[in-house]
């Protein structure tokens, strides 16, 4: 079985909702997936560890990423052989200008980034 951690940061709830319905998709398709708060998966550094697939959520504020996100990003460990992908919600345009951000995030992580 596929195991999926979905990370997200939150100001209103949205990227949350967000996160749980992508997680809720995964698993109806057969894998293990989980959405967790980056607050709490800071903490938790082995649940990146054991999944297959990694995903990052992030709202997006004047024209970027959370500051937690990046700062989250920032920590995380390699992710070599790991596929990943990543996704934002945004009620401006230039979500691709954020989207492009994770994606090399998660590239200089040594992740296979699967899409955006």
């Known amino acids: 079985m596929t195991n999926a951690v979905i990370a997200y940061g939150t100001g209103r709830g949205t990227t949350a909702q967000f996160a749980e319905a992508i997680a809720e998709g995964m698993n109806a398709a057969g894998a293990n997936a989980t959405a ?25 504020h004047f024209y970027r990423e959370a500051r937690y996100t990046t700062n989250f990003l920032s920590t995380l460990p390699r992710l070599d052989g790991k596929r990943a ?32």
């Open 36 to 60: 967790i708060s980056i607050e709490y998966l800071a903490l938790m550094p082995s649940r990146i560890a054991a999944a297959d697939i990694f995903g990052i959520g992030s709202p997006v």
């Open 85 to 116: 992908f990543a996704f934002c919600t945004c009620g401006m345009n230039r979500a691709g200008e954020t989207l492009n951000r994770l994606h090399g995030g998660l590239l200089e992580h040594g992740a296979s980034v699967v899409g955006t």
